[in-house]
């Protein structure tokens, strides 16, 4: 897998692109973009291929929405290791050779601080998900879209117990002053993270999702000062959507998206893609513009 020496291309969205292959399977819009791991695993395959094509280095799986707590919301709660593993595998085929795999894993949508779910339930339930990622052949798990640090700990832990695999670990700042440095939903700093990063001996912490590419810069430039061990990731939200004859709508440009990564390659960022509406052009532009 790549070593971070360099400004390495990650990968964009792949919930808002794979939105319509839904419908031809007979699923609706409402449903989680894993059915087609399971459903339609060309059309993920297509996704993961347009990526490599436009010069990404590192691609996620589709499975955000992969641990039992989610999936169980769609009837999928006994098909944890089979849509993981799947979607490990797709990413892994298309992938190819100097291509790596990152097993994406997200919260599991349930509050620590309102008693809705247990520290030992969110480890379980992130080993289960690691142990099918890992079968499927991803190269490091990819922790995403975290607000709380407690919940994010547990998940560490939860890997190690089934996988020496490395672990990367990104929060969403998206609520308090940009100017002074956004906080996660539930108050974690950028310094706070790089912190426990650090102590956990993580491969890379940073942020992902959020309010978009504006007002990030604070963030960002807060993690790089914060003297991390891992190395730095950010793969920001193509900008605030806008709904257009029902569908979501992001109209950030290449140009936009090309600055973002420069300006990220000189803060310091050494792991660079987009999240919500991140497509193949705005990373084939990034990568264009990371060459020069």
């Known amino acids: 897998m790549p070593q971070l020496e360099r400004p390495t291309i ?26 087609l791991n399971l459903l ?29 707590i989610r999936l169980e919301r769609h009837d999928l709660g006994d098909d944890v290791r089979e849509i993981n593993r799947a979607g490990a595998q797709i990413a892994r085929e298309a992938a190819g050779e100097g291509v790596a795999v990152a097993g994406s894993m997200g919260p599991t949508g349930k509050l620590l601080v ?31 879209t975290m607000a709380d640090m407690d919940e ?13 695999l ?9 609520s308090g002053d940009a100017a002074k440095g956004l906080r996660t939903m539930m108050g974690v700093s950028a310094t706070e993270l790089v912190q426990k990063g650090n102590e956990l001996g993580l491969f890379a912490v940073g942020a992902n999702c959020g309010r978009g590419l504006d007002g990030y810069q604070t963030v960002i430039e807060q993690l790089s000062a914060s003297s991390p061990k891992p190395g730095l990731i950010a793969k920001m939200n193509a900008g605030i959507p806008r709904i257009e004859n029902g569908q979501l709508v992001y109209d950030t440009t290449a140009e936009e998206v090309a600055n973002y ?8 960022v050494e792991l660079i893609g987009l999240c919500c509406g991140g497509n193949a052009e705005h990373i084939k532009a990034m990568a264009s513009a990371l060459a020069r």
């Open 10 to 35: 990650y990968d964009g969205s792949k919930g808002v692109l794979l939105g319509p292959s839904l419908a031809k399977t007979g699923r609706v819009a409402s449903d989680i973009v894993e059915w």
């Open 40 to 68: 339609a695993p060309e059309a993920v395959r297509a996704c993961h291929n347009a990526y490599v094509a436009a010069g990404s280095e590192v691609i996620q799986t589709n499975t955000f929405n992969g641990n039992r």
């Open 114 to 144: 309102m008693s809705e779910i247990t520290l030992e339930e969110i480890n379980e339930v992130f080993a289960e998900q690691a142990g099918a990622l890992e079968e499927g052949g991803v190269d490091f798990f990819h922790i995403e």
């Open 152 to 164: 994010a700990v547990a998940a560490v832990e939860g890997i190690r117990r089934v996988s020496q």
């Open 166 to 174: 490395p672990i990367a670990l990104t929060m969403s700042f998206d």
């Open 261 to 268: 990564a420069r300006w990220c390659a000189e803060t310091g």
